[in-house]
């Protein structure tokens, strides 16, 4: 957006009732309101960070993540400045049963970055399964149905909390389960496959919010669907669908 476009959509944004907006609608309004501040620039940041800070304590969402992205990606060392001391780890508090570093992955999605998100998750993952799965960069279902559940859920936290709730493990198995649990219709649904032909690798998938809701973080569909069956039915979902 231009400077000139952007004056003009702070000329004509009613800042209260956004601000109203952002504090007492649902997630969708909530997030229709972050765009509209979004791009009012500058102006619209103030509302931004008061929103950020007024979440204090509770649980990341959606909304707040998305508002946290925007801030993060400003480019305003006094925004930046602030977010690393309100949240020096991020957003999101990151739980491993393994030790397992999840903060890379959580860096890239600030950032916007999806296609190295994805890729740092299928590495973590990986790291979880243990060396010889690091070795192959890929996953067994066998491996899959002993990861931790704490483990799966901050890497599925990251996803949704940074994706205005579009992608991430227990998208994927909302859709899934929606779809009587048919991976063909899955695949096509999140933009995986077209008819006969699966997508390709890297460039035909789509890296930003404009993808299908539950487009990533991908799994080696090529390799079957054992490894997504047991994504989508580890038991750190029954707490969560």
Not at 162 to 186: E, H, I, M, P, T
Request: proline fraction near 6%; aromatic fraction near 10%; glycine fraction near 8%.
């Amino acid at each position: 957006m231009t400077d000139s476009n952007l004056s003009s959509a702070a000329a004509g944004a009613d800042f209260e009732a956004l601000r109203a907006q952002l504090q007492q609608a649902p997630l969708k309004s909530q997030l229709t309101a972050i765009a509209q501040l979004a791009d009012c620039g500058d102006r619209g940041w103030p509302l931004l960070q008061d929103f950020l800070l007024t979440q204090g304590d509770t649980e990341p969402t959606p909304a707040s993540g998305r508002a946290y992205q925007i801030l993060a990606q400003s480019g305003i060392p006094d925004l930046r400045a602030l977010l690393r001391n309100q949240f020096p780890n991020g957003l999101v508090p990151l739980v491993s049963e393994r030790g397992i570093d999840y903060q890379p992955v959580q860096q890239a999605l600030v950032a916007g970055d999806y296609e190295t998100g994805d890729r740092l998750t299928l590495e973590k993952l990986c790291e979880l399964a243990g060396p010889t799965a690091q070795q192959r960069n890929w996953l067994y279902f066998s491996e899959v149905e002993k990861f931790p559940s704490a483990d799966l859920l901050s890497l599925d936290q990251l996803w949704r909390v940074y994706s205005a709730d579009r992608f991430g493990y227990s998208v994927q198995r909302q859709l899934w389960l929606a779809q009587g649990k048919d991976f063909v219709k899955l695949w096509a649904k999140i933009g995986w496959k077209a008819g006969n032909r699966w997508t390709r690798y890297p460039n035909e998938f789509t890296w930003d919010l404009s993808a299908p809701r539950g487009h990533l973080p991908l799994s080696n569909q090529l390799r079957g669907a054992r490894v997504l069956t047991s994504l989508l039915s580890h038991p750190a979902w029954t707490t969560t669908a």
